[in-house]
């Protein structure tokens, strides 16, 4: 079964870090685009980091110099996230894609054809 599937989810203080972990199952992520996207409660679901299949990542303005986004092996991309606060509070989703684009940031929801089920991400004050 071709699925990918998101691990590390939790709850941790303001100002803690996390790690949030990608696998896909049934096909590798060598040569696809990834993308991590989060939903907080009440609003759209919002991309927060993004790696094509070349490499070039791009983050949302409100992640940038918190977040990296990585390949750990050809079936495993991680999302490190450190300095959360509060408004990092979400539902985070893994999507995968064959679609390329040479600027990351230009991928949207739609492109993509594989999504996770989701992880929750709680930061507490």
């Known amino acids: 079964q071709v699925q990918v599937r998101e691990y590390g989810g939790g709850s941790v203080p303001v100002g803690g870090s996390l790690t949030l972990s990608c696998a896909a199952s049934g096909f590798t992520l060598a040569g696809l685009a990834v993308a991590w996207f989060r939903q907080a409660p009440g609003k759209g679901r919002l991309g927060v980091a993004t790696?094509?299949?070349?490499?070039?990542v791009s983050y949302a303005d409100s992640v940038k110099g918190r977040f990296t986004i990585s390949h750990h092996n050809a079936k495993n991309l991680d999302l490190e996230m450190n300095g959360l606060n509060s408004e990092d509070t979400a539902v985070y989703y893994c999507?995968?894609?064959?679609?390329?684009?040479?600027?990351?940031?230009?991928?949207?929801?739609?492109?993509?054809?594989?999504w996770g089920q989701g992880t929750q991400v709680t930061v507490s004050t």
């Open positions: 999507a995968a894609t064959r679609i390329w684009r040479a600027r990351p940031s230009d991928y949207g929801p739609s492109d993509f054809h594989w």
């Open positions: 790696i094509n299949s070349e490499g070039t």
